[in-house]
Nanobody, 125 residues
Framework: QVHLVESGGGLAQVGGSLRLSCAAS????????MAWFRQAPGKEREFVAVITWNSGETYYADSVKGRFTVSRDNGRTPVYVYLQMNSLKPEDTAVYYC????????????????WGRGTQVTVSS
């Protein structure tokens, strides 16, 4: 059974930092691209970041580039993916979702197969 479980969300102040984690099990997720998406209240879900299976490539939404960093640890069981979020802004407030799929391209617009349930991030001023 596939499980993607996010953690690390919470309340942060403007300019602060949070580190999200996603534990992925039930497949050989070391071979999977892993992505982060977010959905703010009243808005559509949007792509945040993705890391390829071997950490060879990462891509970011323009809105988070330079502030967020995605990484992964394929040596752990379950596989972990992280999202380090720095210089947080109120517009970063959203539910953050981890997603995974066995793909080797089209990472940003792909409809990912597996999803976690999300973790809330709230940035207050």
């Amino acid at each position: 059974q596939v499980h993607l479980v996010e953690s690390g969300g919470g309340l942060a102040q403007v300019g602060g930092s949070l580190r999200l984690s996603c534990a992925a099990s039930g497949r050989t997720f070391s071979n999977y691209a892993m992505a982060w998406f977010r959905q703010a209240p009243g808005k559509e879900r949007e792509f945040v970041a993705v890391i390829t299976w071997n950490s060879g490539e990462t891509y970011y939404a323009d809105s988070v580039k330079g502030r967020f960093t995605v990484s992964r640890d394929n040596g752990r069981t379950p596989v972990y993916v992280y999202l380090q979020m720095n210089s947080l802004k109120p517009e970063d407030t959203a539910v953050y979702y981890c997603a995974a799929d066995l793909i080797y391209g089209d990472y940003v617009f792909h409809e990912y197969e597996f999803w976690g349930r999300g973790t809330q991030v709230t940035v207050s001023s």
